[in-house]
């Protein structure tokens, strides 16, 4: 079946440093391709999100870049701080099946 | 205006016990995914419901689990004779016509603790 992987499970950077969390998508019919927060107990939320048609797309201190012949998308997350810390994951989305495959997520700790 | 809802929030149910969970979308969102998420992994996709459309069961783990979305809104996922690797959050998302955008908004979750 379809998939998504997603590197590093874990990532730790100190406080000002970036970030950057990279997956690899299967399906090359998928068309949006979003990124999720999750703090802890908490729901998943969208933090930026890409459609196929765009190769970069960025929102203050978060960007999102595609490479549809690759099939891989990376969330950049620079000048990091504490509140950054959370699970991100990714999820392409394919508009021909409605379905929303997601990655299995990268705990990030960023230290002060 | 409100979001996603869902109730209850935790369930603690022996096994063997069948337990409904409720999820109430976003109002005039037509489509509603239901997903399970374990302990430290990622979101699995049990079903999606578009407007008045067949849902797409094809996420669904077996055959004790069962969804039901009525008048186009509310959805009832229901595990009948519940395991204890039925433990998990259940999550619900809604978002709007999907032909306009790709969005997804999620409910806080409910905690199914299966003893």
């Known amino acids: 079946g379809e998939n998504v992987e997603q590197h590093p499970s874990t990532l730790s950077v100190q406080e000002g440093d970036s970030a950057v969390i990279k997956c690899t998508y299967s399906d090359s019919a998928s068309n949006y391709f979003p990124w999720y927060k999750q703090e802890l107990g908490k729901r998943p939320q969208l933090i930026i999100d890409i459609r196929s048609n765009v190769g970069e797309k960025k929102d203050q201190r978060i960007a999102v870049t595609l490479n549809k012949t690759a099939k891989h998308f990376s969330l950049h997350i620079t000048e990091t701080q504490p509140e950054d810390s959370a699970v991100y994951f990714c999820?392409?989305?394919?508009?021909?099946?409605?379905?929303?495959?997601f990655g299995t997520g990268t705990r990030l700790k960023v230290l002060a | 205006g409100a979001g996603v809802s869902q109730s209850p929030s935790n369930k603690v149910t022996e096994k063997g016990k069948d337990v409904e969970l409720r999820c109430d979308p976003i109002s005039g969102h037509t489509a509603l995914y239901w997903y399970r998420q374990s302990l430290g992994q990622g979101l699995e996709f049990l079903i999606y419901?578009?407007?008045?459309?067949?849902?797409?069961k094809s996420g669904l783990p077996s055959d004790r689990f069962s969804a039901e979305r009525t008048g186009g809104s509310v959805s009832t996922l229901t595990i009948q004779r519940t395991q204890q690797e039925d433990s998990a959050v259940y999550l619900c998302a809604s978002s709007p016509e999907l032909l306009l955008t790709y969005e997804q908004y999620f409910g806080p979750g409910t905690r199914l603790t299966v003893t």
């Open positions: 999820a392409a989305f394919t508009s021909g099946t409605y379905k929303y495959i």
């Open positions: 419901f578009q407007g008045n459309s067949a849902p797409d």
